[in-house]
Nanobody, 125 residues
């Protein structure tokens, strides 16, 4: 049973930084897609960043390129989302997602079968 548990959300002023963590378990994740998504009130869920385990390739939404970094600590079974230069529009519930032996590994919700419960990020002026 794959489990994903996010942490690290909170409130921060614009221009600040936060680091989200997602602890994963229930699978070896040697061939998996791990990603971060976010959903603001009244908006659709959007992909933010994703990482392919093994090879380590990453991809980012245009809106966060150069500001956010996804990374993995294999020994800790954890992925991170380092968020710098936060903007008001980054305010959302952030979700960790995973798929094992994926057909695709894109920033699309449909590519992921496992989801965490979410952690709130609020950016204020």
């Amino acid at each position: 049973q794959v489990q994903l548990v996010e942490s690290g959300g909170g409130s921060v002023q614009a221009g600040g930084s936060l680091r989200l963590s997602c602890a994963y378990s229930g699978y070896t994740f040697s061939n998996a897609c791990l990603g971060w998504f976010r959903q603001a009130p009244g908006k659709e869920r959007e992909g933010v960043a994703r990482l392919v385990t093994g090879g380590g390739s990453t991809a980012y939404a245009d809106s966060v390129k150069g500001r956010f970094t996804i990374s993995q600590d294999v020994a800790a079974n954890t992925i991170y989302l380092q968020m710098n230069s936060l903007k008001l529009e980054d305010t959302a519930m952030y979700y960790c997602a995973a798929e094992v032996w994926p057909w695709n590994c894109r920033l699309l919700s449909s590519d992921y079968g496992y989801w965490g419960q979410g952690t709130q990020v609020t950016v204020s002026s």
